[in-house]
């Protein structure tokens, strides 16, 4: 018979189960016949459970197995032309060929529930932010290499920061959250910073150098630098840096710099001189002109 806790056992008179008084006094041979009985219908319900928990779980995994080889056809045929496009790019390979296979260990997330008694309500919805694509540089409409020029040359601004969003009441970041810098920004073309700016900027210069020197650049919390950061953060990989950095300045900074930092004259080799004068000849009055009109053309109001 069903009770609160689950199927149960018991001895029955006129197809009515006995009640405790009455099967103590039933006689004491009955009563060891009736519990010897017992106990071997609840072997063989047992045995009976045990084949029918196998089988559920054999169902179980074979429909597993037939969700994943589908999944893995499904997917295929999505990220193979993906994945000749970008075949000399082994890390992008890599990462498609991860994400199809998280797809497929997670293929139930995509599917409708089987029970329609579930409340989508009340039920955890599956967390799709690990399939976003956080694209933090954008050249496709630039024409040559990129020329960036950073007027606010921060340690943020250079090398990107990673943000925190608030959930729950607790300050959360993820892979989405990570916001890159000028020299993301620049890499593969140049980098126009105004010396004096860079260098007076707390953490900058030498973050500045570090990534020069290395040539890579690691976008990484501020916090965890100055030693003041308490919340559990990301520490993204570090990207390989390919540009030239064209610092601006007076001869005057040059020369402090020069003075000042020892690594200064190994990084920045060349050194270039503007002439603060030119012969007044026809071709240089209209180039004067031309770059006065240009000037002029981008800094007109809108």
């Known amino acids: 018979m069903n009770t ?39 072997d063989e319900m047992e045995g009976m459970l045990r084949v029918l928990r196998n089988a559920e779980k054999a169902t179980r995994e074979a429909q597993r197995q037939l969700n994943q080889r589908v999944a893995t056809s499904v997917v ?31 293929v139930n997330d995509f599917l409708p529930t089987d029970d329609p008694k579930d409340d989508a309500a009340t039920q955890p919805r599956p967390d799709f932010r690990r399939y976003t694509v956080n694209l933090v540089v954008d050249h496709s409409k630039t024409d040559g290499a990129p020329v960036i020029v950073e007027l606010n040359p921060t340690f943020a601004k250079l090398l990107g920061r990673i943000e925190n969003e608030s959930r729950f009441g607790m300050l959360l970041t993820d892979f989405t959250l990570i916001k890159t810098g000028a020299l993301h920004a620049a890499n593969g073309g140049y980098l126009v910073l105004r010396a004096r700016d860079v260098f007076y900027e707390p953490l900058a210069w030498d973050a500045l150098k570090r990534s020069m020197i290395s040539g890579y650049v690691r976008t ?7 030693g003041f950061g308490a919340t559990k953060t990301l520490d993204p990989e570090p990207i390989p840096l390919d540009l030239k950095v064209v610092l601006v300045g007076s001869p005057d900074i040059y020369y402090d710099l020069l003075h000042l930092d020892e690594d200064f004259g190994s990084i920045f080799k060349v050194k270039a001189d503007f002439v603060s004068e030119m012969p007044r000849t026809n071709d240089n009055e209209i180039r004067a002109v031309h770059c006065h009109a240009l000037r002029r053309r981008e800094t007109a109001p809108v």
């Open 4 to 42: 609160a806790s689950g199927i149960a056992i018991a001895p029955t008179r006129n197809n009515k189960p006995l009640s405790p008084e009455e099967f103590e006094s039933l006689p004491e041979e009955e009563q060891k016949e009736l519990d010897a009985a017992r106990e071997q219908i609840k």
């Open 76 to 106: 295929d045929r999505y990220l193979d032309e993906l994945r000749a496009k970008y075949t000399a790019h082994g890390e992008t390979v890599f990462y498609l060929n991860e994400v199809q296979q998280d797809i497929v260990d997670h």
């Open 220 to 226: 990484e919390d501020i916090t965890s630098r100055t």
